[in-house]
């Protein structure tokens, strides 16, 4: 089946830091999304990227869709405290029967005040 | 607009006991999928329904199954419980074609 290698598996980082991020896939997907995850809670969807080499900005949150449509980063620029949790790519093929999420396995971040 | 609702949020069974679990979509979403979040395994898709109708199934045993209503409310029931089937549930729900999943936050099950 579709697996993603997400990296890194967690980071440590000082406020104010930029934080890199990203996905590969060993097939393609039509869209990419990104969550984030804090403890207790579901994911929360972050950005939805549809056409590859799309680049698109939420905030101080930046993701692109590779043009392979294989891969996906995120960026987090001027990070705060509050960005502490799991961030985790999912991609998505839709269309006919195949309707599903696949993630990676998640970027624990941690921010140091 | 109200988000997805997932009840209860937390569960405590025992082996061999069954469980149903709940999920209300956003209204107007059609699509209700259910994950299992471990750990170890990270989110892995169980099932989709889409119109009443099981659209996508993941990977797992038959003991896990799910169900659809007209309302669009869906339901996923565990029997014989292991002790593996404890996790994180979660469902998320979608208009149903090319569009984003919203998650809701999850029921927490516990099996001793």
């Known amino acids: 089946g579709q697996q993603l290698n997400q990296s890194p598996q967690s980071m440590f980082i000082q406020e104010g830091e930029d934080v890199s991020m990203n996905c590969t896939s060993s097939?393609?997907?039509?869209?990419w999304l990104w969550y984030k995850q804090e403890p207790g809670e579901g994911p929360v969807l972050l950005i939805a990227?549809?056409?590859?080499?799309e680049l698109t900005s939420n905030g101080r949150l930046t993701a692109q869709f590779g043009i392979t449509r294989k891969d996906s980063f995120l960026n987090i620029s001027a990070s705060i405290p509050s960005d502490v949790g799991i961030y985790f790519c999912?991609?998505?093929?839709?269309?006919?029967?195949?309707?599903?999420?696949?993630f990676g396995k998640g970027t624990l971040l941690t921010v140091n005040p | 607009k109200a988000g997805v609702t997932q009840t209860p949020r937390y569960l405590i069974k025992t082996r061999g006991q069954q469980v149903t679990l709940s999920c209300s979509p956003i209204?107007?979403?059609?699509?209700v999928s259910w994950y299992q979040q471990t750990p170890g395994q990270g989110l892995q898709f169980l099932f989709e329904?889409?119109?009443?109708?099981?659209?996508n199934k993941g990977n797992f045993p038959g003991r896990f199954s799910g169900r659809q209503f007209s309302n669009s409310r869906s339901e996923m029931n565990v029997s014989t419980l292991e002790l593996g089937d404890s996790a994180l549930y979660l469902c998320?729900?979608?208009?149903?074609?090319?569009?984003?999943?919203?998650f809701g936050p999850g029921t927490r099950l516990t099996v001793l």
């Open positions: 998320a729900s979608s208009l149903g074609y090319t569009d984003e999943q919203f």
């Open positions: 097939s393609i997907f039509n869209t």
């Open positions: 990227l549809y056409k590859a080499g």
């Open positions: 999912a991609g998505l093929n839709s269309g006919g029967s195949n309707y599903k999420l696949t």
């Open positions: 209204s107007g979403h059609r699509s």
């Open positions: 329904y889409f119109s009443e109708t099981q659209r």
